[in-house]
C-alpha cells in the first residue's frame, strides 16, 4: 500500500498532538513505538530526526517524562509516560484541534461525490 503524499506543513501542524496522542495511547513506550503508531494512523513515515525534537519539547513543556532503562543484553531504552498534565493538555488540545479542522471543513464545503455512476438523480441535460 502507498503512503499518502501529505503536505510536510500538515504535518508539522498536527505531529506534537499525534504524538501525545500516541504516548498518552499507550502508556509506557519508547520513540519507536511512537514513530510505529503514527504511520499506521496513516500519517507517513515520520523519521527520527523529525519526532524526537517533537518528543523532546514535549518533555519540555512537562507533558511527558522520560527515562532510561537498562537493555537485556543491549543498549539501554529510553522509555516515554504522559504526565496528568499532559493528559489534560491532550483533552485540551485535541478539543481546540476538532473545532479547528471542522471550521475548515465547513469552509471546503461538502465532499465531492467521486466515481459516483451517471444517473438521472445525478446528472441533469438540457437540450
Known sequence: MTEPNWPPSWTRAALELCALSAVGQTGTTHGYEVARRLQQAGLGDIKGGTLYPVLS??????????????????????????????????????????D????????????????????????????
Not at 59 to 77: D, F, K, N, S
Not at 110 to 115: F, G, K, L, T
Open 57 to 98: 519539547r514535549l518533555e519540555e513543556q512537562g507533558l511527558t517524562r522520560t527515562w532510561w532503562v537498562e537493555g537485556a543484553g543491549g543498549p539501554g531504552r529510553k522509555l516515554i509516560a504522559i504526565t496528568p498534565k499532559g493528559e489534560a493538555e491532550l483533552a485540551s488540545r485535541t478539543a481546540q484541534w476538532r
Open 100 to 127: 479547528w479542522s471542522g471550521r475548515v471543513d465547513r469552509l471546503l464545503g461538502p465532499p465531492a461525490v467521486v466515481d459516483a455512476p451517471i444517473g438521472i438523480e445525478t446528472a441533469s441535460f438540457s437540450r
